[in-house]
C-alpha cells in the first residue's frame, strides 16, 4: 500500500512564523501535491510538482512555497504565517501516467495536518 | 476548464436504505474519474478509477459506474460506518497532471 506520511497532525503557531510543513511518500511517485481543505470550500491546490526541483503553483500560492529537494520528499513553507492560513493541509502524490492522451492515475493523500495560527 | 459538481451536498439515510451520489462532470478528453471517501480529521481514501463510459467497479456495498456525463455512486443497504464525505474527482487531457475535484457529499447513515 501506498504510504503518504505528514510530519505533524496538529500544529500550532503564531502569527510571523515561518512553518514547515513536510511530506513524504514510499512509493517512488512522481508528482506530489499540497492542498489546503477549508468547510465549504473544498480541497484547493497551493503547489504541485512533477519532479525534483520541479514544481507549478495552484490555485492559491500566494504566502506559500515549496521544496522539493528528493523525489519523496515536498515541503510546504509558510513564509510568514497569518491566521487566514489556519486550515487543514493535505499531501498527496501519484504516479505520472502521461500528460497527453492515455490514462491518470489517483493521488493518495495523507491524513493532514491541522494547523492554527494564532 | 474541467468542472465537476457533486449532488447532493448532504445526504441522510437510514441504515439499509439504498440510494446514489452523483458526479457530473465536463472536460475535454477523461484521462479517469475518481471517487475517494473521506472521514472527519482524515486524509481522502482512493476508492475507485473510471476510464471509460459504461465501465462499473465494486468495492463491498459500493458501486461506481460512469456516463460521458456523469458518474453514480451506489450505495447498497448501507451501514452507519459508511458514513462520510465522498469525493470525486477527474482528470481531463489537458495536458496537466492536477486533477480537479468536486466539493463533495457528506453522507451519513443512521442506525
Known amino acids: 500500500d501506498v504510504k503518504v506520511t505528514q510530519s505533524s497532525r496538529y500544529l500550532v503557531k503564531r502569527t510571523g512564523e515561518k512553518v514547515f510543513l513536510e511530506c513524504v511518500q514510499d512509493?517512488?511517485?512522481?508528482?506530489m501535491f499540497w492542498y489546503r481543505q477549508d468547510p465549504g470550500l473544498g480541497l484547493r491546490l497551493i503547489y504541485f510538482?512533477?519532479?525534483?526541483?520541479?514544481?507549478e503553483k495552484g490555485d492559491i500560492p500566494e504566502g506559500y512555497s515549496v521544496s522539493r529537494e528528493k523525489k519523496e520528499r515536498f515541503s510546504l513553507i509558510l513564509e510568514s504565517a497569518s491566521t487566514n492560513q489556519t486550515s487543514m493541509y493535505l499531501c498527496?502524490?501519484?504516479?505520472?501516467?502521461?500528460?497527453?492522451?492515455?490514462?491518470?492515475?489517483?493521488?493518495?493523500f495523507g491524513n493532514g495536518t491541522r494547523l492554527t495560527v494564532t | 476548464e474541467d468542472q465537476v459538481t457533486q449532488s447532493p451536498e448532504a445526504l441522510r439515510l437510514q441504515e439499509g436504505e439504498s440510494s446514489s451520489l452523483n458526479c457530473s462532470y465536463t472536460?475535454?478528453?477523461?484521462?479517469?474519474l475518481f471517487w475517494y471517501r473521506q472521514d472527519p480529521g482524515k486524509g481522502p481514501e482512493f476508492l475507485f478509477t473510471?476510464?471509460?463510459a459504461g465501465e462499473e467497479k465494486e468495492k463491498e456495498r459500493l458501486k461506481a459506474t460512469l456516463t460521458k456525463k456523469e458518474s453514480f455512486l451506489h450505495i447498497t443497504a448501507p451501514k452507519p460506518e459508511d458514513s462520510a464525505t465522498y469525493l470525486c474527482?477527474?482528470?481531463?487531457?489537458?495536458?496537466?497532471?492536477?486533477?480537479?475535484f468536486g466539493r463533495g457529499t457528506s453522507l451519513i447513515v443512521h442506525p
Open positions: 473510471l476510464y471509460s
Open positions: 474527482a477527474v482528470h481531463g487531457s489537458g495536458g496537466s497532471y492536477i486533477p480537479t
Open positions: 498527496a502524490s501519484s504516479l505520472k501516467g502521461r500528460a497527453a492522451g492515455g490514462i491518470s492515475k489517483p493521488l493518495h
Open positions: 472536460v475535454s478528453g477523461l484521462r479517469g
Open positions: 510538482s512533477y519532479d525534483v526541483k520541479m514544481k
Open positions: 512509493m517512488d511517485h512522481e508528482n
